[in-house]
């Protein structure tokens, strides 16, 4: 999916889309080697989020919806959520 695309749905709906650097803590420490892009979208219930595929790209492979209050948790592998394929699974998920 293009990022653009998936960006300007998700406004047409009404809700924000944040745009976040999440190397930018690096350049503090010196090790700053270039962004690494996430999006992210909240609509008071439920959020998303997604990475470039890849630096030079302008599409994500996948999309992950989950509850507001629900976090990631690698060390135990859980991931909450459902990981959408389509912007139009992605705006149903937001929703419900």
Same mark, same amino acid.
């Given at each position: +999916?293009?990022?653009?695309?998936?960006?300007?749905?998700?406004?047409?709906?009404?809700?924000?889309?944040?745009?976040?650097?999440?190397?930018?803590? #690096?350049?503090?420490?010196?090790?700053?080697?270039? /962004?690494?892009?996430?999006?992210?979208?909240?609509?008071?219930?439920?959020?998303?989020?997604?990475? #470039?595929?890849? /630096?030079?790209?302008?599409?994500?492979?996948? @999309?992950? @919806?989950?509850?507001?209050?629900?976090?990631?948790?690698? +060390?135990?592998?859980?991931? /909450?959520?459902?990981?959408?394929?389509?912007?139009?699974?992605?705006?149903? +998920?937001?929703?419900?």
């Amino acid at each position: +999916m293009k990022i653009d695309r998936i960006v300007k749905a998700l406004e047409k709906e009404g809700w924000e889309v944040k745009k976040t650097d999440l190397n930018e803590y #690096r350049k503090n420490i010196g090790l700053y080697d270039g /962004p690494r892009w996430q999006w992210s979208c909240e609509n008071g219930k439920n959020k998303c989020d997604w990475f #470039r595929n890849g /630096p030079d790209s302008d599409e994500t492979c996948s @999309v992950q @919806v989950m509850g507001i209050k629900e976090r990631n948790d690698v +060390m135990t592998d859980y991931f /909450p959520g459902i990981w959408c394929h389509t912007i139009k699974s992605i705006i149903q +998920m937001m929703k419900i």
